[in-house]
T-cell receptor
Framework: DAKTTQPNSMESNEEEPVHLPCNHS???????IHWYRQLPSQGPEYVIH???SNVNNRMASLAIAEDRKSSTLILHRATLRDAAVYYCILRDVEGFGNEKLTFGTGTRLTIIP | GAGVSQSPSNKVTEKGKDVELRCDPI?????LYWYRQSLGQGLEFLIY????????KSGLPSDRFSAERTGGSVSTLTIQRTQQEDSAVYLC????????????FGDGTRLSIL
């Protein structure tokens, strides 16, 4: 499986935008880029996913590099509730029938009031 | 609407005892997954049920671990003869049986083996 690389930790001030990077230089053409986050004492929560084009939803935006070897999750205005571990995960859609998620160590995001 | 429900939320038991952990997936979700998260570790895949097909058991760490899913809905993860290294948070997730669908997680069962 293609792997992802994320910084271990990041800090951001409350009410400012946050850009969480993810490198995936060995991504294949059929890999979707998924982001999940895990708040303290909770199970992971789906955030967003994309293939080639940038994506927006109510939670965040996903910016995907033209060569797809990196991506950035953007929280437009961080709140204290956004403090969590953020996971960047690749999912191969040709692997239908083996849909497990492979979690790395993620980025621990701390929001400073 | 109702999300994935897991019970119990916490379980403390003595080494050597058997434990059963329960997962109620979101109604209509035919795919169900079990993961575990040890202290300070990432999430580790255990087993995956997909509709009526044979489950993918490739992540189960030993034959002391088993899981079943009755009637295509509720699932039970059983750990026999528990060991201290089994202490972890056990997480269940469900999704629609369509490729690339998000997985919806419960809040897990925190298992502590004394």
């Amino acid at each position: 499986d293609a792997k992802t690389t994320q910084p271990n930790s990041m800090e951001s001030n409350e009410e400012e935008p946050v850009h969480l990077p993810c490198n995936h230089s060995t991504i294949s053409g059929t890999d979707y880029i998924h982001w999940y986050r895990q708040l303290p004492s909770q199970g992971p929560e789906y955030v967003i996913h994309g293939l080639t084009s940038n994506v927006n939803n109510r939670m965040a935006s996903l910016a995907i590099a033209e060569d797809r070897k990196s991506s950035t999750l953007i929280l437009h205005r961080a709140t204290l509730r956004d403090a969590a571990v953020y996971y960047c995960i690749l999912r191969d859609v040709e692997g239908f029938g083996n849909e497990k998620l492979t979690f790395g160590t993620g980025t621990r995001l701390t929001i400073i009031p | 609407g109702a999300g994935v429900s897991q019970s119990p939320s916490n379980k403390v038991t003595e080494k050597g005892k058997d434990v059963e952990l329960r997962c109620d997936p979101i109604s209509g979700h035919t795919a169900l997954y079990w993961y575990r998260q040890s202290l300070g570790q990432g999430l580790e895949f255990l087993i995956y049920f997909q509709g009526n097909s044979a489950p993918d058991k490739s992540g189960l760490p030993s034959d002391r671990f088993s899981a079943e899913r009755t009637g295509g809905s509720v699932s039970t993860l059983t750990i026999q003869r528990t060991q201290q290294e089994d202490s972890a948070v056990y997480l269940c997730a469900s999704s629609l049986q369509v490729s690339n669908q998000p997985q919806h997680f419960g809040d897990g069962t925190r298992l502590s083996i004394l």
